[in-house]
């Protein structure tokens, strides 16, 4: 059975650091596409940033390019978010989101690509 188990998140003021980390087991991780997706209140998803497991490339949105980093920890079969230089509009409940297969970085924020999601994590940024 495929689970995405996700720790971290938190309040933070503007400017401070949080780490996402989402545990994926019940499929091998050396080829999967995990991908971080954020809600913020009253508005939709949007896709934050990608990695393929099989080369380790990544996507990012440009709202947080420079700012958030994605990488993969194969020790424990987790993808951590890094999220530095946090602002008050990264306040959302982050979603980690999976796919046994790579998929073209033009389409790694689209939702439907994603069978396998983790609970979300609350992140709040005060300013």
């Known amino acids: 059975q495929v689970q995405l188990v996700q720790s971290g998140g938190g309040s933070v003021e503007a400017g401070g650091s949080l780490r996402l980390s989402c545990v994926v087991s019940?499929?091998?991780?050396?080829?999967?596409?995990v991908t971080w997706f954020r809600q913020p209140p009253g508005k939709g998803h949007e896709g934050v940033a990608a990695?393929?497991?099989?080369?380790?490339?990544?996507t990012y949105a440009e709202s947080v390019k420079g700012r958030f980093t994605i990488s993969r920890d194969n020790d424990n079969y987790a993808v951590h978010l890094q999220m530095n230089s946090l602002k008050p509009e990264d306040t959302a409940v982050y979603y980690c989101?999976?796919?046994?297969?790579?998929?073209?970085?033009?389409?790694?924020?689209?939702?439907?690509?994603?069978?396998?999601w983790g609970r979300g994590s609350q992140v709040t940024v005060s300013s």
């Open positions: 990695i393929y497991t099989g080369d380790s490339s990544t």
């Open positions: 019940g499929i091998g991780f050396n080829s999967i596409i």
């Open positions: 989101a999976m796919w046994s297969a790579n998929i073209q970085p033009a389409q790694r924020f689209w939702r439907s690509n994603y069978n396998y």
